[in-house]
């Protein structure tokens, strides 16, 4: 977890720098093209160097999961299935309160 953070910080750090050190400020789309290629740096060397093999799609997925649930408390990335399950937990009617529920 070190190492990955070391490493984040320091390939942060390149970039950035080449970003401020040219004089002018960046645009939004040329920050959003250096953090995706930050990202994708940062995936391919978690692939070439973590101490065992790990699936491409696994990565990918413990990513988004990572993203979206350090936004706030109540956001959550769910799968196709999860989405599923929960779609079929939450139709139906509930007593007591008045209100259906459809997909």
Do not use: C
Not at 34 to 57: G, M, N, S
């Amino acid at each position: 977890m070190v190492v990955i953070i070391g490493l984040v910080l320091g390939l942060s750090l390149s970039i950035g720098g080449g970003l401020i050190g040219n004089g002018k400020a960046p645009s939004k789309e040329e920050m959003a093209w250096e953090q995706a290629r930050l990202f994708a740096e940062v995936l391919e060397r978690v692939k070439r160097d973590y101490v065992e093999p790990i699936d491409d799609a696994e990565l990918m997925e413990s990513a988004i999961r990572g993203m979206v649930s350090d936004l706030d408390p109540h956001s959550q990335y769910l799968d196709a299935g999860e989405y599923r399950d929960i779609r079929i937990s939450t139709t139906g009617s509930y007593t007591g309160i008045g209100i259906e529920v459809d997909q």
